[in-house]
């Protein structure tokens, strides 16, 4: 392995598994995986309108792991001990992935969501080299999740 992971690694990720129970967070998970779905942002206005409730917990969600990807991206989190426990990341990029090209234009800004592309594109060939069927399992899940909505 690259770099150990420490304990500083698992009290980070600890404190960030915290944070995840905190009740508006966790109302904002519940609400995205369970009615998230947009393929461009015209569908995600429709779901999450600014200044709605569910905007919010977009926001809240998407910005959540953004710091979480963050850390990981800079050195701070140990990536291989974040990978063991942080499959959430990865649902979330699978369920905004195909909107981050319009988002990242709308915002006139290219590094919208950057780091949390940049993590679960690792994490896939993280799961490719340990797993190589668990990757397409997994996004056939979600999308099979959000093709149910």
């Known amino acids: 392995m690259a770099n150990q992971a420490t304990y500083d690694d698992a009290n980070l990720i600890l404190r960030l598994y915290e944070l995840r129970r905190e ?13 998230f779905k ?4 015209d569908e995600m206005m429709k ?10 917990y977009f926001r809240m969600l998407v910005s959540y792991w953004e710091m979480v990807a963050s850390f990981v991206t800079s050195g701070i989190l140990n990536q291989e001990l974040f990978f063991q426990s942080g499959g959430e990341l990865l649902f979330v990029w699978e369920r905004i992935r195909a909107l981050a090209p319009g988002f990242r234009g709308f915002m006139k800004n290219p590094n919208a969501w ?15 080299s340990n797993s190589p069927e668990a990757y397409p399992a997994f996004q056939a899940l979600v999308q099979g999740m959000v093709a149910n909505r």
């Open 114 to 128: 950057r780091n949390i592309e940049t993590v679960a594109d690792a994490y896939k060939k993280w799961m490719d």
């Open 38 to 41: 947009a393929s461009n942002l």
């Open 47 to 56: 779901v999450a309108p600014m200044g709605s409730k569910e905007n919010a």
């Open 23 to 35: 009740e508006k967070l966790r109302q904002a998970r519940d609400w995205f995986a369970g009615n």
